[in-house]
């Protein structure tokens, strides 16, 4: 078998598959959107190079600006309110046991399994002004008025709320799996040494989970610049752009507007900040960890 792997043509017919795909179905389409970014291309006809007008305009953008701070402010929502109870309940789900831990955690996790567009139908009924759950609530707890909740005031934060929660079950599983992995030795030695569940879970599980925490927080931001879907069915970006997200405002560009050079040039700025969060996340994360 070694002398099989040893076998320059074995190992080129090994690595090929995977080299063709990476090269057609990643390094191909990003080749493309950056020659198209250049482009005042509308999708028909032909190409016409225009240089850096496509940037030149993205810096003047304001809903491409608030299609931004849109994407900070869910990453910051992620990051700060999600994977913080993400953590915490896969740390208390690691120590129920039995059949209770496994029902638990598909309880959590079934959001990530039902359909985008149920998902997104689910919650405009939920936030439904005149019939919505949440509003019945209100009322029954002796609220009188009438909350329209994708009205321009509060349609983001109605927004944030479906994504932070729709996303809940990934980073559950994600830290519950890097629980899972923690060697239990550690566990019983701090626990013969006196150590209470809170010392425990600050001082064995969270320095350890580190590269897992890494992981997840990189993917969370990841995510919140690439939100389409959920925010396409529930809001389409409005009330006027107050809830657009950046992949939501490059369909609009691209497919909609027919500027397909301008919403190619918004996909090489994202790639851009993704390479850009990618890299920093890496750096603080390498600092932190003990030499």
């Known amino acids: 078998m070694q002398k099989l792997y040893s076998n320059k043509l074995v190992i080129f017919s090994l690595v090929l598959p ?3 795909v990476f090269l057609f179905a990643i390094l191909a389409p990003i080749c493309l959107s950056v020659y198209y970014g250049f482009t005042s291309y509308s999708g028909m006809g032909q190409a016409e190079w225009i240089g850096w007008e496509n940037y030149k305009t993205l810096l003047r953008d304001a809903n491409f600006g608030r299609s931004l701070t849109n994407s900070l402010l869910l990453a910051i929502g992620f990051i700060f309110i999600q994977h913080p109870i993400a953590i915490i309940v896969a740390a208390v789900l690691d120590k129920l046991q039995g059949k209770a831990e496994g029902v638990f955690r598909c309880i959590y996790f079934i959001p990530n399994v039902i359909s985008v567009a149920v998902i997104a139908y689910l919650w405009k009924f939920i936030y439904n002004p005149d019939f919505g759950l949440l509003n019945n609530a209100l009322r029954a707890l002796g609220y009188q008025g009438k909350i329209n909740w994708f009205s321009n005031d509060t349609a983001i934060w109605s927004v944030l709320v479906v994504l932070i929660w729709h996303g809940f079950g990934w980073g559950m599983l994600i830290y519950y799996t890097g629980i899972k992995n923690i060697d239990p030795v550690l566990y019983e030695a701090a626990s013969i040494d006196g150590a209470d569940q809170v010392s425990t879970f600050l001082r064995i599980t969270l320095p350890l989970m580190k590269p897992v925490i ?6 969370a931001i990841i995510s919140a610049l690439k939100q389409m879907e959920t925010v396409y069915l529930l809001t389409n970006g409005g009330p006027g752009n107050s809830t657009q997200f950046a992949a939501n405002y490059l369909y609009q560009q691209a497919f909609k507007a ?3 050079g301008y919403g190619n040039a918004i996909g090489v700025v994202f790639i851009i900040i993704c390479l850009l969060v990618t890299v920093f996340l890496n750096k603080i994360f ?3 960890q003990p030499a």
């Open 18 to 20: 995977g080299l063709l």
């Open 214 to 219: 890494q992981v997840n927080v990189t993917m």
């Open 258 to 260: 027919f500027r397909y």
């Open 286 to 288: 390498a600092d932190r």
